[in-house]
Protein backbone atom coordinates (compact mmCIF):
# COMPACT_ATOMS: atom_id res chain seq x y z
CA UNK A 1 0.00 0.00 0.00
CA UNK A 2 1.17 3.11 -1.21
CA UNK A 3 2.10 6.49 1.55
CA UNK A 4 -0.73 8.25 0.32
CA UNK A 5 -2.95 5.18 0.58
CA UNK A 6 -1.92 4.57 4.14
CA UNK A 7 -2.58 8.15 5.07
CA UNK A 8 -5.92 8.51 3.70
CA UNK A 9 -7.13 4.77 4.67
CA UNK A 10 -5.96 6.11 8.26
CA UNK A 11 -8.11 8.81 8.31
CA UNK A 12 -11.48 6.66 7.38
CA UNK A 13 -10.22 3.55 9.87
CA UNK A 14 -9.05 5.22 13.17
CA UNK A 15 -10.82 2.83 14.97
CA UNK A 16 -9.52 -0.42 13.34
CA UNK A 17 -10.21 -3.39 15.87
CA UNK A 18 -7.16 -5.42 15.52
CA UNK A 19 -4.62 -2.45 16.91
CA UNK A 20 -4.18 -2.80 20.38
CA UNK A 21 -3.43 -0.24 22.36
CA UNK A 22 -4.70 3.84 22.40
CA UNK A 23 -2.97 6.78 22.23
CA UNK A 24 -5.06 9.89 22.95
CA UNK A 25 -4.96 13.28 21.01
CA UNK A 26 -7.06 16.06 22.71
CA UNK A 27 -6.73 19.26 20.84
CA UNK A 28 -9.84 21.91 20.04
CA UNK A 29 -11.05 21.30 16.82
CA UNK A 30 -13.59 24.19 16.78
CA UNK A 31 -14.04 27.47 17.08
CA UNK A 32 -11.32 30.30 16.60
CA UNK A 33 -9.08 27.62 16.96
CA UNK A 34 -10.28 24.70 14.33
CA UNK A 35 -7.91 25.49 11.29
CA UNK A 36 -4.92 25.55 13.78
CA UNK A 37 -5.89 22.26 15.52
CA UNK A 38 -7.11 20.39 12.14
CA UNK A 39 -3.38 20.97 10.52
CA UNK A 40 -1.74 19.52 13.67
CA UNK A 41 -3.91 16.76 13.60
CA UNK A 42 -3.21 16.00 10.38
CA UNK A 43 0.71 16.77 10.76
CA UNK A 44 -0.18 13.98 13.77
CA UNK A 45 -2.03 11.26 10.84
CA UNK A 46 0.88 11.78 8.70
CA UNK A 47 3.84 10.92 10.61
CA UNK A 48 1.47 8.16 12.15
CA UNK A 49 0.77 6.72 8.82
CA UNK A 50 4.13 7.12 7.54
CA UNK A 51 5.80 5.17 10.03
CA UNK A 52 3.17 2.50 9.65
CA UNK A 53 4.32 2.61 6.06
CA UNK A 54 7.98 1.83 6.78
CA UNK A 55 6.93 -0.93 9.13
CA UNK A 56 8.47 1.50 11.96
CA UNK A 57 5.62 0.32 14.53
CA UNK A 58 4.81 -2.75 16.59
CA UNK A 59 2.76 -5.45 15.17
CA UNK A 60 -0.25 -4.04 16.66
CA UNK A 61 -0.11 -0.09 15.89
CA UNK A 62 -1.81 1.81 18.37
CA UNK A 63 -4.87 3.14 17.80
CA UNK A 64 -5.00 6.85 17.70
CA UNK A 65 -8.56 8.67 19.31
CA UNK A 66 -9.38 12.00 18.59
CA UNK A 67 -11.05 13.99 21.72
CA UNK A 68 -12.34 17.42 20.52
CA UNK A 69 -11.56 19.63 23.70
CA UNK A 70 -12.80 23.31 22.67
CA UNK A 71 -16.33 23.65 24.84
CA UNK A 72 -14.13 22.29 27.76
CA UNK A 73 -13.23 24.85 30.37
CA UNK A 74 -11.89 22.23 32.54
CA UNK A 75 -10.36 19.28 31.21
CA UNK A 76 -8.87 17.12 33.71
CA UNK A 77 -12.41 15.30 34.32
CA UNK A 78 -11.51 14.01 30.42
CA UNK A 79 -8.16 13.36 31.47
CA UNK A 80 -8.59 11.06 33.95
CA UNK A 81 -11.59 9.14 32.36
CA UNK A 82 -9.45 8.55 29.15
CA UNK A 83 -6.18 7.71 31.15
CA UNK A 84 -7.54 4.55 32.58
CA UNK A 85 -7.56 3.27 28.79
CA UNK A 86 -4.99 5.19 27.25
CA UNK A 87 -1.07 4.01 26.58
CA UNK A 88 -0.09 7.65 26.22
CA UNK A 89 -1.70 11.38 25.75
CA UNK A 90 -0.82 13.85 23.27
CA UNK A 91 -1.70 17.24 23.88
CA UNK A 92 -4.10 19.47 25.07
CA UNK A 93 -2.85 22.52 22.93
CA UNK A 94 -4.58 25.33 24.84
CA UNK A 95 -2.18 26.88 27.62
CA UNK A 96 -5.43 27.44 30.24
CA UNK A 97 -5.89 23.46 29.71
CA UNK A 98 -1.74 22.14 29.68
CA UNK A 99 -2.02 23.87 32.89
CA UNK A 100 -4.70 22.21 34.50
CA UNK A 101 -2.73 18.98 33.80
CA UNK A 102 0.15 20.22 34.82
CA UNK A 103 -1.62 20.87 38.18
CA UNK A 104 -3.26 17.48 38.26
CA UNK A 105 -0.89 14.72 36.17
CA UNK A 106 -2.09 11.46 35.17
CA UNK A 107 -0.35 8.40 35.67
CA UNK A 108 0.24 8.26 31.62
CA UNK A 109 2.93 9.67 29.64
CA UNK A 110 1.70 13.02 28.24
CA UNK A 111 3.04 15.19 25.63
CA UNK A 112 1.55 18.35 25.99
CA UNK A 113 1.75 20.82 22.88
CA UNK A 114 1.98 23.92 24.79
CA UNK A 115 4.63 25.34 27.50
CA UNK A 116 3.45 27.01 30.37
CA UNK A 117 6.81 26.65 32.35
CA UNK A 118 10.19 24.78 32.47
CA UNK A 119 9.73 22.56 35.40
CA UNK A 120 10.29 18.47 35.49
CA UNK A 121 6.91 16.57 35.80
CA UNK A 122 7.35 12.60 36.29
CA UNK A 123 4.75 11.66 33.18
CA UNK A 124 4.57 15.32 31.29
CA UNK A 125 6.24 16.89 28.49
CA UNK A 126 6.00 20.12 27.43
CA UNK A 127 6.04 20.59 23.62
CA UNK A 128 5.76 24.12 21.97
CA UNK A 129 6.17 25.78 18.60
CA UNK A 130 7.13 29.23 20.14
CA UNK A 131 8.53 32.28 17.78
CA UNK A 132 10.63 32.89 21.39
CA UNK A 133 12.67 29.91 20.34
CA UNK A 134 14.40 31.53 17.08
CA UNK A 135 15.88 34.21 18.92
CA UNK A 136 18.98 32.54 20.34
CA UNK A 137 20.32 30.66 16.81
CA UNK A 138 19.36 34.70 14.96
CA UNK A 139 21.48 36.10 17.96
CA UNK A 140 24.50 34.10 17.60
CA UNK A 141 23.95 34.30 14.09
CA UNK A 142 24.23 38.26 14.47
CA UNK A 143 27.08 37.94 16.61
CA UNK A 144 29.04 35.44 13.95
CA UNK A 145 28.38 38.03 11.35
CA UNK A 146 30.74 40.54 13.47
CA UNK A 147 27.30 42.50 14.25
CA UNK A 148 27.10 44.08 17.63
CA UNK A 149 25.23 47.72 16.62
CA UNK A 150 21.05 46.44 15.66
CA UNK A 151 17.97 48.90 15.06
CA UNK A 152 14.59 47.49 15.56
CA UNK A 153 12.09 48.72 12.63
CA UNK A 154 8.45 47.41 14.70
CA UNK A 155 4.85 48.74 14.71
CA UNK A 156 2.07 49.12 17.09
CA UNK A 157 0.42 45.19 16.77
CA UNK A 158 0.67 43.01 19.57
CA UNK A 159 2.71 40.42 17.50
CA UNK A 160 5.15 43.02 16.52
CA UNK A 161 5.27 44.17 20.17
CA UNK A 162 6.23 40.42 21.45
CA UNK A 163 8.79 40.22 18.62
CA UNK A 164 10.53 43.30 19.78
CA UNK A 165 10.79 42.78 23.04
CA UNK A 166 11.74 39.26 22.92
CA UNK A 167 14.61 40.09 20.76
CA UNK A 168 15.63 42.72 22.73
CA UNK A 169 15.93 40.71 25.73
CA UNK A 170 17.82 37.99 23.97
CA UNK A 171 20.38 40.40 22.28
CA UNK A 172 21.41 42.45 25.28
CA UNK A 173 22.01 39.28 27.02
CA UNK A 174 24.51 38.29 24.57
CA UNK A 175 26.15 42.16 25.18
CA UNK A 176 24.70 43.85 22.11
CA UNK A 177 24.02 47.28 21.51
CA UNK A 178 20.40 48.50 20.39
CA UNK A 179 19.67 51.71 19.00
CA UNK A 180 16.66 53.62 19.43
CA UNK A 181 13.71 51.08 17.86
CA UNK A 182 12.02 52.82 14.53
CA UNK A 183 7.58 52.22 14.57
CA UNK A 184 6.35 51.94 11.46
CA UNK A 185 2.45 53.19 11.49
CA UNK A 186 2.25 53.12 7.77
CA UNK A 187 -1.61 52.70 5.92
CA UNK A 188 -0.23 53.06 2.70
CA UNK A 189 2.40 52.38 0.38
CA UNK A 190 3.03 55.79 0.08
CA UNK A 191 3.29 56.14 3.67
CA UNK A 192 5.29 53.56 4.36
CA UNK A 193 8.47 54.73 1.24
CA UNK A 194 8.25 58.59 3.47
CA UNK A 195 8.56 56.77 6.78
CA UNK A 196 11.35 54.43 5.58
CA UNK A 197 13.44 57.70 4.34
CA UNK A 198 12.49 58.94 7.27
CA UNK A 199 14.03 55.93 9.27
CA UNK A 200 17.56 56.16 7.10
CA UNK A 201 17.92 60.04 7.47
CA UNK A 202 17.68 59.53 11.11
CA UNK A 203 21.18 60.81 12.86
CA UNK A 204 22.03 57.38 14.44
CA UNK A 205 21.41 55.76 10.59
CA UNK A 206 25.40 55.61 10.44
CA UNK A 207 25.92 53.51 13.58
CA UNK A 208 23.52 50.54 12.32
CA UNK A 209 25.04 47.51 11.21
CA UNK A 210 21.75 45.63 11.29
CA UNK A 211 17.68 45.92 11.05
CA UNK A 212 15.85 43.90 13.12
CA UNK A 213 12.18 43.47 11.61
CA UNK A 214 9.49 43.18 14.09
CA UNK A 215 7.06 43.47 11.36
CA UNK A 216 7.34 40.60 9.50
CA UNK A 217 4.41 40.87 7.99
CA UNK A 218 5.88 43.91 6.06
CA UNK A 219 9.03 42.47 5.24
CA UNK A 220 8.87 42.36 1.46
CA UNK A 221 7.82 45.73 1.47
CA UNK A 222 10.23 46.95 3.97
CA UNK A 223 13.26 45.17 3.00
CA UNK A 224 13.04 46.23 -1.08
CA UNK A 225 12.74 49.57 0.64
CA UNK A 226 15.83 49.40 2.23
CA UNK A 227 17.78 47.99 -0.50
CA UNK A 228 16.64 50.22 -2.61
CA UNK A 229 17.45 53.40 -0.88
CA UNK A 230 20.39 52.46 0.91
CA UNK A 231 23.57 53.22 -0.73
CA UNK A 232 25.40 50.01 1.07
CA UNK A 233 22.73 48.08 1.95
CA UNK A 234 23.24 46.55 5.79
CA UNK A 235 22.06 43.02 6.83
CA UNK A 236 18.39 42.82 7.60
CA UNK A 237 16.91 39.87 10.48
CA UNK A 238 13.67 39.24 11.09
CA UNK A 239 11.38 36.16 12.48
CA UNK A 240 10.62 33.43 10.15
CA UNK A 241 6.72 34.47 9.75
CA UNK A 242 8.56 36.97 7.18
CA UNK A 243 9.36 33.63 4.99
CA UNK A 244 6.10 32.65 3.22
CA UNK A 245 7.00 29.18 2.13
CA UNK A 246 3.70 29.15 0.55
CA UNK A 247 4.66 31.98 -2.26
CA UNK A 248 6.33 31.26 -5.28
CA UNK A 249 10.41 32.22 -5.48
CA UNK A 250 9.46 35.09 -8.19
CA UNK A 251 7.05 36.35 -5.31
CA UNK A 252 10.17 36.21 -3.33
CA UNK A 253 12.59 37.99 -5.04
CA UNK A 254 11.86 41.32 -2.66
CA UNK A 255 13.16 38.91 0.67
CA UNK A 256 17.12 38.13 -1.05
CA UNK A 257 19.14 39.08 1.72
CA UNK A 258 16.84 38.40 4.47
CA UNK A 259 18.16 36.24 7.45
CA UNK A 260 15.86 34.19 9.94
CA UNK A 261 15.83 31.31 11.34
CA UNK A 262 12.85 28.91 11.10
CA UNK A 263 11.58 25.36 10.57
CA UNK A 264 13.89 22.88 8.65
CA UNK A 265 10.72 21.51 7.01
CA UNK A 266 10.22 25.19 5.25
CA UNK A 267 14.21 25.48 4.99
CA UNK A 268 15.17 22.80 3.67
CA UNK A 269 12.11 20.86 2.24
CA UNK A 270 14.42 18.20 0.17
CA UNK A 271 15.23 16.67 3.43
CA UNK A 272 12.03 15.30 3.81
CA UNK A 273 10.96 14.21 0.55
CA UNK A 274 9.01 11.70 1.25
CA UNK A 275 6.88 13.27 3.91
CA UNK A 276 6.31 16.11 1.82
CA UNK A 277 3.38 13.75 0.24
CA UNK A 278 1.43 15.30 2.69
CA UNK A 279 0.84 17.92 0.62
CA UNK A 280 -0.64 15.71 -2.31
CA UNK A 281 -3.42 14.89 -0.11
CA UNK A 282 -3.72 17.89 2.06
CA UNK A 283 -3.19 22.33 0.81
CA UNK A 284 -1.84 24.24 3.82
CA UNK A 285 -4.20 27.30 3.39
CA UNK A 286 -1.28 29.29 4.74
CA UNK A 287 2.30 28.89 5.38
CA UNK A 288 1.55 29.09 9.12
CA UNK A 289 -0.80 26.02 8.95
CA UNK A 290 2.19 24.75 6.81
CA UNK A 291 4.37 24.77 10.04
CA UNK A 292 1.51 23.64 12.09
CA UNK A 293 1.86 20.31 10.11
CA UNK A 294 5.30 19.94 10.92
CA UNK A 295 4.48 20.37 14.37
CA UNK A 296 2.00 17.87 14.50
CA UNK A 297 4.09 15.16 12.83
CA UNK A 298 6.85 16.14 15.24
CA UNK A 299 4.30 15.88 17.90
CA UNK A 300 3.84 12.13 17.05
CA UNK A 301 7.81 11.42 16.73
CA UNK A 302 8.31 12.60 19.99
CA UNK A 303 5.33 10.90 21.48
CA UNK A 304 7.26 7.43 20.45
CA UNK A 305 10.23 7.92 22.35
CA UNK A 306 9.14 9.97 25.55
CA UNK A 307 10.87 7.66 28.93
CA UNK A 308 11.34 9.01 32.44
CA UNK A 309 15.03 9.95 32.65
CA UNK A 310 15.84 10.40 29.22
CA UNK A 311 17.79 12.59 27.74
CA UNK A 312 17.25 12.30 23.55
CA UNK A 313 17.92 14.93 20.46
CA UNK A 314 15.99 14.38 17.40
CA UNK A 315 16.64 15.78 14.09
CA UNK A 316 13.04 17.28 13.43
CA UNK A 317 11.18 19.20 11.13
CA UNK A 318 10.60 21.80 13.21
CA UNK A 319 14.22 22.16 14.22
CA UNK A 320 16.78 20.19 16.23
CA UNK A 321 14.77 18.56 19.49
CA UNK A 322 16.37 18.02 22.54
CA UNK A 323 14.30 16.35 24.63
CA UNK A 324 15.37 16.21 28.49
CA UNK A 325 13.59 16.67 31.93
CA UNK A 326 9.85 17.20 31.03
CA UNK A 327 11.13 19.54 28.18
CA UNK A 328 11.39 19.65 24.39
CA UNK A 329 13.06 22.22 23.55
CA UNK A 330 13.78 23.04 20.24
CA UNK A 331 16.67 24.78 18.05
CA UNK A 332 15.32 26.28 14.48
CA UNK A 333 17.79 26.09 11.44
CA UNK A 334 19.04 29.98 10.22
CA UNK A 335 18.81 30.49 6.74
CA UNK A 336 19.18 33.57 3.95
CA UNK A 337 17.07 34.51 1.19
CA UNK A 338 18.84 34.06 -2.49
CA UNK A 339 16.96 33.92 -5.43
CA UNK A 340 13.82 33.90 -3.45
CA UNK A 341 14.45 30.69 -1.90
CA UNK A 342 15.60 30.23 2.03
CA UNK A 343 19.20 28.71 1.66
CA UNK A 344 20.66 26.93 5.15
CA UNK A 345 23.16 28.19 6.87
CA UNK A 346 26.32 26.85 8.10
CA UNK A 347 25.60 27.41 12.27
CA UNK A 348 29.34 28.40 12.77
CA UNK A 349 30.47 30.13 9.19
CA UNK A 350 27.44 32.21 8.69
CA UNK A 351 27.62 30.20 4.45
CA UNK A 352 24.98 28.87 2.82
CA UNK A 353 24.29 25.30 1.99
CA UNK A 354 21.33 23.57 0.47
CA UNK A 355 23.07 19.93 2.32
CA UNK A 356 24.02 20.89 5.67
CA UNK A 357 22.08 18.22 8.47
CA UNK A 358 20.59 19.74 11.49
Not at 1 to 22: H, K, P
Not at 132 to 160: C, G, M, R, Y
Request: with cysteine.
Amino acid sequence: MSWNRYFIYGLCCLSSSIMAAETSVLLPLGGATEKAAENIRNGLLAGYYHDLSKGQLAKNPPLLRFYDTTSLKDINSLVQQISANSQQMIGPLLKEHVAQVLANPPSVPVLALNRINVLDYPTIWQFALAPEEEFAPLTQLIQQESISTVKIISSHDNNSKRLQKGFEDAWLAKGGTLLAPYIVSATTKEQLEQQIKDLLAQADSKSVQAFYLATPQFSQQIISLLNFYQRNPVPIYSASQAYDAEKSELERQDLNGLRFCGLPWVISPEKWVNQQKIRQVISPDSSSYDRLLAFGADAWSISQQLKPATTLNIEGRTGLLHISAGQVSRTPLCAKVLHGKAQALNSTTGTTSRTDSL
